[in-house]
Every structure is written in structure tokens, then in C-alpha cells.
């Protein structure tokens, strides 16, 4: 079934969302509506993407189906008034990818009988490797539910959690990104240190990485065990192991997602 699907806000994660689901064939460019506070903005993502722009957030919300609401968390509450009356004047859905926002809180000011979904993707969801956490309201059930989370399944991997687990989530899939980009790239300058240029460099580490990272969803095993087929006794990796640990490779991992989850808890 075709439905169309409105935007309001058009920031990165909008964009990026936009651009997997057109290139996964999940949704047509036309099907997709898109309005932000600036006009200069969505009208040149617009023509640019082939979507259509809307002249007004209301307007959005009258001629789409399903409405994703991608706005920062400031003004989210106040968007969510402006439009409440056409939320509610026919059947939508609503699809929130606003951090922090809970789905009492949407409840309260668009409407307890609106289907909600409250979402949570990572930028990869661009080149359809995304990663998504998914919660959906008493009122999202059935065929509506599975089709408004095969829109994130077309852009990756999707998995329903508790609420209360969103901070962690964006933590080890929101944030983490940064993180792995940085490990790479700490990799790459190790290799230049060593004689290879940067761009080698990078593609080698850049390359190791999204094989491991593939070993790990395909193999039976935990990460841990594939580490010893790749550590052979007194060989060089166990002493390149041995080494990160000593200077708290580990520690610092973990430090990171402990400072982004409570940073991620304080907003």
C-alpha cells in the first residue's frame, strides 16, 4: 500500500532517513512531504530529492498519511500543538525520531488514540546500514506497527526496547559511530607513522573494520572468542592486545559510553 509519509524538519538524521528510504525502493521521492522552519532549506532538499515541500507544518500534516516528527527537542512540544487538531482530524500516525522525548509526553499533547511510534536510527541509516531503536504506544498494533517499522528495516536493522533504555541505545548505536570513525582513524595515523600514506591508511583500517564487523553478525561466536582465532600464541597480535589493554584500551571504551549515557540522561 502506498502511503505518504511528511517530514517536518529536515536536519541530517531527517535527510538521512529520506535518502535510504528512496534508495532502498521502500518509498518514492514523490510520496514524501517536507517542511522546516526554513524555507531555503527544505525547498532546496526538496528539489534537489525530488520530495515535495509544504508551505506550512499544518498543511504537512493534511496531505500525509504517516508524519515523522524530526525536530530538535526544543521546539518539538510546541510543533506537536501547532498540529494536534490534524493529527486527530484523520487517521495518521505519528512517527517520532526526537531524542528525549517520551511517548507519554506525545500522548499527552497530540493525543492518547493516535498510533505512535517513537524511534531512535543512527546516521547510517543513509547508505541502509542503520541501527534503530523502536517503541511503539498501546494504540500502534498489527499491520500498522509492522509497516511503519519495515520503513527502518528498509534502512538497516531494527530492535524494540523499553524507553528506559533509549539513553544506552544511543549510546552504543547513536553516539558510537563518532567513536568507530575515531578507532579508524587512530588506526590509519598508526599507519602512516609506520611509512603508508593517510588515504591507504584509512582504507585498510576502514576496510579491516567493516570485515570484523561483519564476522561478528555472522558468526555464532562472541566477539571474545574471535579474537583468540586471530591471536596466535606470542604472536604479534597478543602483544598488540596486551599493549592496548596495558594503556586501558577497555577502561576508556567503557568510560566513553558511561559520560554519553549520562549526558545522554541529563537532556
Request: hydrophobic share 45%; charged share 15%.
Amino acid at each position: 500500500m502506498t502511503m505518504t509519509i511528511g517530514f517536518i524538519g529536515v536536519g541530517g538524521m531527517a535527510q538521512a532517513i529520506i535518502t535510504g528510504l528512496v534508495k532502498s525502493g521502500q518509498v518514492n521521492a514523490g510520496d514524501i512531504i517536507v517542511h522546516s522552519a526554513h524555507a531555503q532549506s527544505y525547498e532546496s532538499f526538496a528539489k534537489k530529492t525530488g520530495t515535495r515541500p509544504a508551505t506550512t507544518n499544518r498543511e504537512l500534516v493534511q496531505q500525509s498519511d504517516v508524519v515523522v516528527l524530526a525536530v530538535t527537542p526544543n521546539v518539538a512540544k510546541t510543533v506537536l500543538k501547532e498540529v494536534r487538531d490534524d493529527l486527530n482530524a484523520k487517521p495518521h500516525a505519528l512517527v517520532s525520531i526526537v531524542a528525549g522525548l517520551a511517548l507519554t509526553e506525545m500522548e499527552e499533547i497530540a493525543g492518547y488514540d493516535l498510533p505512535i511510534l517513537r524511534t531512535l536510527p543512527n546516521l547510517n541509516v543513509a547508505i541502509l546500514e542503520g541501527m534503530t531503536a523502536v517503541h511503539a504506544n498501546e494504540n500502534l498494533v498489527g499491520d500498522q506497527k509492522q509497516q511503519l517499522i519495515s520503513l527502518f528495516e528498509a534502512v538497516g536493522s531494527t530492535t524494540d526496547l523499553p524507553e528506559t533504555d533509549f539513553a544506552t541505545f544511543s549510546a552504543l548505536a547513536g553516539s558510537s559511530p563518532a567513536y568507530v570513525y575515531f578507532f579508524i582513524d587512530s588506526l590509519a595515523r598508526a599507519g602512516v607513522k609506520h611509512g603508508l600514506n593517510k588515504q591507504q591508511a584509512t582504507q585498510i583500517a576502514a576496510q579491516a573494520v567493516l570485515g570484523s564487523a561483519k564476522m561478528v553478525m555472522q558468526s555464532t561466536e562472541v566477539p571474545f572468542e574471535l579474537i583468540d582465532h586471530v591471536s596466535s600464541p606470542g604472536g604479534s597480535t597478543v602483544a598488540g592486545l596486551l599493549a592496548m589493554e596495558e594503556n586501558g584500551f577497555m577502561t576508556a571504551v567503557v568510560k566513553g559510553i558511561d559520560a554519553t549515557i549520562q549526558r545522554n540522561n541529563e537532556e
